[in-house]
Every structure is written in C-alpha cells, then in structure tokens.
C-alpha cells in the first residue's frame, strides 16, 4: 500500500493508494506517527486512491484524530473515495472526520 | 448451478490479505455487481479478522474455512473455526449517537458486518463456529 507525503503550509498531506487492510493499517500508523512527530500542526490522509477501508484503518484514524484534537491540533480526512465515504459513513465518522464535510 | 468457493486461512492476521483476490476471482465468476463484491470484502475481512483476534488464547496454528456461494439471487458467505465459543451477534451495536471523542473502539467490525450484508447468523456446530452472511444479489448467477 503506497503512502506518499507532500508538506503543506501548515501540515502534512499523506497520500494513501490501494487496499487499507489489517497489516497496511500498521504502514499507515507509522507514517501517520512520523507526521505528528514532525510537528504537523495538521495532517491530512488523503484517500482518493484508497479502495478499501476496514475497521483497523478506522481504528487508527479515530485514535490519531483523537490524540491530535486533544493536542489542539487536526487530523483530517481529504477526498474520500466513494467506497471508503460509504465507510466512513456507514461508521459516523464522516461528518467529524472529513475535510468539507460538516 | 450454484458458483461456490472454499479456502482456509490460518490463524495470521497476515493471512487475511488473501481475501481480497478470493472475493474478486469469487465476483468475476458469479457476475456480482461491484457493490456486491465490495460488501462481502469487508464482511469476510471483518468477520475474519474477528476470528483470528479472538477465538484462541494460544500460541498455536489453527485454521479458519471460508466458503462463498453465489446462489440465484443470493451470495452466502460462511467462516467456521475451532476456537472458543464466540457470538459476533452478542457484541453490542456501536453507539452511532456518540461523537468520536467519545467513541469506543470496539464493535466496528461486527457493525460493518450487519450493515454490509442483509442477514448474519451464528451457530456453533461440532465443536465450530460458524458465522453466514447473506446477501441478495438480485441476478442470476453466471455459468
């Protein structure tokens, strides 16, 4: 599962492709560690490209965007692909989580 | 005639990177829309998932059998293993109403599970337990 990451003014963008399993949900815990460890006032995981998400990912995504919230700073999904939309709303995480959403 | 697909994993979450090509190689024989295709995905990864977590408390191989059957109209989807008796129906639904901050992290698998395919029954058989999904598919099944 590529990740690939694009500094922004005030953040981090990562850019996740393919299948968001169990195992690939570890790859993204660690880059998603290494983002707020940079000191990224805002990370964003980007997943257009992502064709799969499962509850790992999910598990991941609501213990980072909790642990940054509490720091005072965000973590935001950019650009769902409709499967992982479907996901995340399927799950009440859209409307907190997504970039745009609320 | 039914299309019907079995395979055995073992007990790794590792393992469960494989489902992803038996759902599609399963998809492309029965004609199952992609809608159909994706829900079982994350169903048979989530149930599985479940599996592998929890049913054993050793350090052993076990093995988990998962079967797919395209019936007309109809996809079942049906995981067995050996390990300690477990109900996926008896884990509380997700309290949907909670904002994430006060979200507990368990239960989203099962969640997705009843929310991705119509019907999901447990039994537990032999010394198994055995978990069918259902899900109309509104098609015939392709030969």
Not at chain 2, 18 to 26: H, L, M, N, P, Y
Request: aromatic letters at 6%; a neutral charge; hydrophobic letters at 40%.
């Amino acid at each position: 599962m590529p990740i690939t990451r694009k500094a922004l003014p005030d953040g981090l963008e990562l850019f996740v492709s393919g299948r968001i399993d169990g195992a690939a949900a570890n790859e993204l815990e660690i880059q998603v560690l290494e983002a707020i460890r940079s000191g990224a006032k805002t990370v964003y995981i980007n997943l257009a490209e992502a064709s799969f998400l499962c509850s790992a990912g999910l598990r991941v995504l609501l213990q980072y965007w909790r642990q940054m919230k509490g720091a005072g700073k965000s973590l935001r999904v950019a650009n769902p692909s409709p499967e992982v939309n479907s996901v995340l709303t399927m799950t009440g995480f859209r409307d907190q989580m997504v970039e745009g959403a609320s | 005639m039914d299309i019907v697909s079995e395979h055995r994993l073992r007990n790794d979450l590792a393992e469960t990177r494989q489902i992803g090509g038996w759902v599609e190689t399963f998809a492309q024989r029965a004609g199952l829309k992609p809608e159909v295709r994706n829900a079982i995905d994350l169903a048979l990864i989530e149930c599985v998932t479940n599996v592998i977590s929890y049913a054993w408390n050793d350090s052993k191989e076990h093995w988990i059998t998962v079967r797919l059957r395209a019936s007309p109209g109809e996809v079942r989807v049906e995981v067995s293993d050996d390990g300690r008796e477990f109900n996926p129906l008896t884990v509380p639904p997700v309290d949907m109403t909670q904002p994430l901050e006060r979200r507990e992290p368990g239960g989203l698998g099962v969640h997705m599970m009843r929310q991705r395919m119509e019907a999901v029954e447990y039994r537990r058989e032999d010394g198994r337990n055995i978990v069918t999904m259902k899900k109309r598919t509104g098609e015939a099944v392709s030969l």
